[in-house]
């Protein structure tokens, strides 16, 4: 394979398993003897546990055992901080990580109290319903606000308050800014993010083999190693005596993470009493409460401006829902405050966030993680002061754009990766230029008002956002070049179908000259790689593929070393092409890779000191930060203005991911994206009572968007390279998802002439209904 | 509690199987833990996303909302058996490939069963009538867009 396939639109490696049902998922995994566990959750989301009693549960036949908290001894305790708060001058955290079984207290609804195990789940489920339990129920704290006020009910009565953090942040000196101001425009926002809600909800199968000595658990995750390594402790094994196998899982977006769920924690722990392995499957009512959400912030943000439409500083007090227990530290809110800075220059920026507890369940990230909340607030804000400051939309934009020779740009604040945030390369204004090109803003005005005259009404939305991706600490690789000449690549992140087999083998084809179908890549499997952090922040590519090319230079240079001995001549004299070492300009005179991995494994006589055997190298690669990917949305939508029927007629995205690997995966990164921004914007609310009840827990009441809502996207793309890896590569997961709620809100009120009816979009999601109730007493 | 179980005979991918089955064993569980063909998925178990989607004697349906006992003396068609004997793609199947019509696959079964069945129907649909006929399975990775190029392109290549 001459070739490169970097860069090209390679089909996929991994499809077949998949299109032909011979994929494993982890409920493909049946083992012998297998039992099954079912959970009894709270049905309320604050109560005092008085009494729960199993007996009857115990006395059904295929009942193996019951546990409550009590019952775990030892085991039970809180789960362990995730990520612990960054180095923030001043920072308030207070650590509750939740616990395996709920004991004396249950804080959100859906938590677990008791685990039953059955010989099969239909029984297991059963026996559910045997349990006899007493709850003193308490108030609720759903409201965010209400939740801080004085005589709010507690989460975690120890804390004494329901701060689970507060973090204030700055960049030069806002106040000393808006007093030069000519103009501030200050308003409230919601910003509420929903579930991620994969196809495939969480499970785990753990088998404890006795005679082994040895602990195997199937669990979707995106992060196998650090599952592992926390599990290990817990059950006071060896890291070596345990294997986490991240199958092939449907979906992750972000919760199948190593959460450390109550589940994962106890299945294993089963499966060593009874020395029988466990199934646990979510099912999808359980995943509404059982599995994170990610909810909502209510932000009082000004901007302040000059009169030709630069902004001066932003400042930025918010709230963010962080549900019962905060293992996963800030990084949502985080996010938020970071990303809201956005491709602007804001000079002066004062921003503070208190992290609340709620009765709800746990809020981690999900796909975006923040970033969503941050980039609505900033363009929304950007929206009304180019009304008020009668400046285009898309103008005042560009007027504050950083310009193209200001990177490396340093916007100082701490960033969810611990380092200052500080954006690489990038070179925004063309990306806008594309979007306003392909959705046709020019000639839009006309096209409405066109439309206006026959009845019809149009809008258009654009909107600008930058994503923090790709960050550190790191990922490692194995590259190997096996006897029957093919490379197998081992990586320690998991797979959620971002296309890792596809892309880790197009870096590797290219180095070692096979084809990318003979490249074969194991994701997520501690036994094959030993070491890694996960797939989160959009940095698979980024980061494990930068050590998977690492590995294979080295192996390619192995390879070149071991055929310039065997045909006794340079390594610049050889070339590596079609799976054989062949000599520059004399084809005949070849060695296949295969022959070369046999004679890396001698079986007789002396090697030198030092050789190590085999085609075969480790490495990992480590950013010193994260690569700033940036974008531009821009919509055009139909609103019925009677019904608030929304129509998308035009969709596009222009989006700069630094080099591309392969286009064709990264153009359905971007699509899947987009349709789970337009879900969020549109179609997808968590409706919860004053109670913390979820009062649409189905996919029939919460609304994943289907092909008749998600539209066709237009791509277009620029490049600018990342300095921070040799790959130059940026990011890309995420993107598709972060700015879409303020392009709806901008669309929208342009569509139904709502600035002149005195409305203004100030949260999200949206929906038909929410806009009736918005706008029944605006004038027509 | 005793168990209501009965003898049911069943053909699946053209295979002839009999099994004692509990009367409440949901065809999706039969499928995929009785009988072993867990290419069928389960999203949701109540009807709405479609990754459980089957063939019922030719006809999609969703194999969550039905008892295994119900398809007895019924032919059901899997994922299993879309491709040829020595593994040659359906057409869809090779459409799904070559348009990216996947990325975690899980959801891909049902949809897979649900638009062979409307390609039986209609070999030259417009991309509306695609869209509605795929409106009733959910795929959370893709935006749907892939799918539907696939299933026009599948189309086209099915006419001949």
Same mark, same amino acid.
């Given at each position: ?31 012998? /003897? ?16 008085? +009494? ?23 085991? #039970?305790?809180?789960?362990?901080? *995730? ?87 700055? +960049? ?11 103009? =501030?425009? +200050? ?6 993010? /929903? =579930? ?11 088998? #404890? ?8 658990? #199937? ?20 890291? %070596? ?16 993470i190593m959460m450390f769920y109550p589940e994962e924690v106890l299945l294993p722990w089963v499966s060593m009493k009874l020395n029988r392995p ?5 099912? %999808? ?24 439409? &630069?902004?001066?500083? =932003? ?223 959009? &940095? ?25 001995? *065997? ?58 930060? /994260? ?21 998308? *007629? ?80 940026? /990011? ?49 | ?83 040829? =004997? ?75």
């Amino acid at each position: 394979m001459s070739t490169r396939t970097f860069g090209e639109p390679i089909k996929r490696n991994e499809d077949r398993r998949l299109l032909t049902g011979q994929a494993l998922f982890i409920d493909d995994v049946e083992l012998p /003897g297998m039992l099954h566990a079912a959970f009894l959750r709270s049905q309320v989301a604050h109560a005092k546990i008085l +009494k729960i009693d199993v007996s009857q549960a115990l006395r059904r036949p295929g009942v193996v055992a019951a546990y409550v908290a009590d019952d775990l001894g030892d085991y #039970w305790k809180p789960g362990p901080l *995730l990520v612990p708060p960054p180095p923030i001058a001043g920072i308030v955290f207070n650590q509750r990580t939740q616990v395996p079984l709920a004991k004396a207290k249950v804080r959100h609804v859906g938590e677990p109290l008791v685990m039953v195990i059955a010989e099969s789940r239909y029984i297991a489920e059963d026996a559910l319903d045997d349990i006899n339990i007493e709850l003193v129920q308490l108030p609720a704290v759903v409201d965010l606000e209400k939740g801080l006020s004085a005589g709010a009910a507690l989460v975690h009565e120890d804390v004494g308050s329901n701060v689970s953090a507060h973090v204030h942040q700055t +960049k030069g000196n806002y106040a000393a800014a808006a007093v030069k101001a000519d103009c =501030i425009i +200050k308003r409230r926002f919601r910003y509420e993010h /929903g =579930i991620s809600s994969p196809i495939e909800t969480r499970g785990v199968v753990a088998q #404890w083999d006795g005679r082994a000595n040895q602990m195997t658990i #199937w669990d979707t995750t995106q992060a196998p190693v650090f599952v592992r390594n926390g599990l290990a402790g817990m059950l006071g094994l060896n890291e %070596r005596q345990v294997r986490v196998i991240a199958p092939f899982v449907g979906g992750g977006f972000g919760p199948k993470i190593m959460m450390f769920y109550p589940e994962e924690v106890l299945l294993p722990w089963v499966s060593m009493k009874l020395n029988r392995p466990i199934k646990w499957i979510e099912d %999808r009512l359980e995943h509404f409460f059982a599995t994170t959400h990610e909810r909502g912030q209510i932000h009082d943000a000004e901007m302040a401006l000059t009169r030709d439409g &630069r902004i001066l500083g =932003i400042k930025d007090v918010f709230l963010h829902d962080g549900g019962a227990y905060d293992p996963y530290g800030l990084t949502v809110p985080i996010n938020s405050q970071c990303t809201l800075l956005g491709p602007y220059v804001v000079p002066n920026y004062d921003s503070a966030f208190t992290q609340v507890f709620t009765n709800q369940t746990l809020v981690t990230p999900y796909r975006g993680a923040g970033r969503q909340h941050g980039v609505f607030v900033m363009e929304r804000l950007l929206d009304f002061a180019a009304h008020e400051l009668n400046i285009d939309r898309t103008e005042i934009r560009r007027r504050n754009l950083i310009p193209a020779d200001a990177f490396p740009y340093k916007n100082e604040i701490i960033f969810q990766d611990f380092q200052p945030l500080e954006y690489d390369s990038g070179n925004y204004e063309p990306v806008l230029d594309m979007a306003l090109e392909a959705i046709g803003y020019k000639a839009f005005r006309e096209e409405q008002a066109a439309a206006r005259r026959q009845g019809r009404h149009l809008g258009i939305g654009i909107a600008c956002y930058v994503e923090g991706t790709g960050i550190g600490p790191y990922e490692g690789a194995k590259v190997q070049v096996q006897s029957n000449g093919k490379v197998s690549i081992a990586t320690g992140i998991g797979t959620q179908g971002q296309g890792h087999f596809t892309v880790f083998a197009q870096i590797a084809a290219d180095q070692l000259g096979v084809a990318v179908t003979d490249v074969d890549v194991v994701t997520g499997d501690t036994d094959q790689f030993y070491w890694g952090a996960g797939t989160f922040a959009s &940095r698979g590519a980024v980061v494990a593929g930068n050590a998977v090319n690492e590995a294979s230079k080295v192996v390619r240079k192995k390879t070149l070393k071991l055929a310039s001995d *065997l045909f006794e001549c340079a390594e610049e004299d050889l070339v590596i092409e079609d799976g054989k070492v062949s000599i520059v300009g004399i084809p005949e005179k070849f060695v296949s890779l295969g022959d070369l991995a046999r004679q890396a494994n001698p079986m007789r006589g002396a090697v030198q000191p030092g050789t190590e055997p085999g085609l075969e190298s480790t490495q990992y690669f480590g950013p010193p930060r /994260g690569a700033t990917a940036n974008g531009v949305h821009a919509m055009i939508v139909e609103m019925d203005p009677r019904t608030f029927d929304l129509k998308i *007629l035009k969709y596009v995205v222009v989006h700069d991911c630094g080099i591309v690997i392969n286009p064709m995966i990264l153009a359905g990164q971007i699509q899947g994206g987009v349709a789970q921004g337009i879900g969020n914007a549109f179609y997808e609310k968590l409706a919860f009572d004053d109670q913390g009840q979820l009062l649409n827990a189905s996919l029939a009441d919460y609304l994943l968007p289907t092909a008749l809502e998600v539209p066709r996207v237009e791509l277009g793309h620029t490049v600018t390279r990342s300095p921070l890896n040799p790959m130059g590569i940026k /990011g890309a997961g995420e993107a598709g998802a972060i700015p879409v709620g303020p392009l709806f809100a901008q669309a929208i009120e342009d569509a139904l002439d709502l600035k002149r009816r005195g409305v203004e979009l100030l949260e999200i999601p949206l929906s038909p209904s929410r806009l009736f109730e918005l706008t029944r007493h605006a004038p027509r | 509690m005793d168990t209501d179980d009965h003898e049911m005979t069943v053909t699946v991918n053209g295979v002839n199987f009999q099994r004692r089955v509990e009367s409440r064993t949901l065809l999706s569980d039969f499928l995929r833990h009785d009988l072993g063909l867990a290419g069928t998925h389960v999203g949701c178990e109540h009807g709405v996303c479609g990754a459980c989607t089957i063939l019922l004697d030719g006809e999609p349906v969703r194999s969550c909302l039905m008892f295994a006992v119900q398809a007895e003396s019924r032919e059901i068609s899997t994922v299993e058996g879309l491709a040829g =004997i020595d593994g040659e793609y359906h057409p869809l199947q090779q459409a799904m490939h070559d348009h990216h019509g996947l990325q975690c696959g899980y959801c891909t079964p049902g949809i897979l069963m649900t638009m062979t069945a409307f390609l039986e129907e209609n070999l030259s649909p417009s991309e509306e009538q695609v869209r509605e006929a795929l409106s009733g399975n959910l795929c959370r990775c893709t935006g749907y867009q892939n799918i539907v190029d696939a299933v026009i392109s599948a189309a086209k290549r099915m006419r001949g």
